[in-house]
């Protein structure tokens, strides 16, 4: 009996260090994907969403230039409180658009 108790402790024992140190060992980092690997045509429908993304991972200087238009969005997808727009920043792109 006591050598099946030291087994079983021996296996928990194994068992927790094995989840410890593999503890987030096949999170996919952004050095780890080549240029142009993720692309529209290979993701899944809804496969990305807000609640998947980390914080201010979506910023406007991590987008292509031309990436986002209004054939590639969802109808309705995109409102000001989704955006978060700020006076500043419609006053940043109202002189932009009249220069």
């Known amino acids: 009996m ?3 108790m030291i087994a079983g402790g021996t296996y928990l024992l194994l068992l927790a260090l094995i989840l ?3 503890h987030g060992a096949h999170k996919i980092q952004v ?3 080549s240029a ?3 692309t529209t045509d290979k993701l899944a429908a809804n496969s990305v969403n807000a609640d ?3 914080a ?3 910023q406007a200087r ?3 230039a031309l990436a986002v238009t209004a054939d590639k969005l969802a109808a309705n ?3 000001t409180t989704k955006l978060r727009v700020t006076e500043d920043m419609t006053v940043a792109l109202l002189n932009a658009h009249l220069r």
């Open 2 to 4: 006591m050598r099946l």
């Open 20 to 22: 410890m140190f593999n």
């Open 31 to 33: 050095g780890d994907i």
């Open 36 to 38: 142009n690997a993720v």
């Open 52 to 54: 998947k993304l980390a």
């Open 56 to 58: 201010n991972s979506v």
């Open 62 to 64: 991590n987008i292509t």
């Open 77 to 79: 997808s995109v409102t």
